[in-house]
């Protein structure tokens, strides 16, 4: 069974970085269908990077990226906006809503002065 750890979140000022890892166990596929979800308090989770294709509000500022070796898929933040607070999680897309895998318990992102 396919585990998902998400992990690298914190707390960081408007214009700061972060980068958070997913390792990925139980199971062998491409990582490069990983994709990196995002639910913000109040809202429905969403799909914000995924292969090359980013949602408007991060295209930029976000980058996914994977390291084969080592089953780990990163999502690098940068210029980082109070807007971007949320719970990150990684998973496969399937097919509107639906994913590949149960969910991970997540990393907090919060953008705060």
């Known amino acids: 069974q396919v585990q998902l750890v998400e992990s690298g979140g914190g707390l960081v000022q408007p214009g700061g970085s972060l980068r958070l890892s997913c390792v990925v166990s139980?199971?062998?596929?491409?990582?490069?269908?990983m994709g990196w979800y995002r639910q913000a308090p109040g809202k429905r989770r969403e799909l914000v990077a995924h292969?090359?294709s980013y949602a408007d509000s991060v295209k930029g500022r976000f980058t996914i990226s994977r390291d084969n070796a080592k089953n780990t898929v990163y999502l690098q933040m940068n210029s980082l906006k109070p807007e971007d607070t949320a719970v990150y999680y990684c998973?496969?897309?399937?097919?509107?809503?639906?994913?590949?895998?149960?969910w991970g318990q997540g990393t907090q992102v919060s953008v705060s002065s």
């Open positions: 998973n496969v897309p399937v097919s509107g809503s639906l994913v590949r895998f149960s």
């Open positions: 292969i090359t």
């Open positions: 139980g199971s062998s596929f491409s990582l490069d269908t």
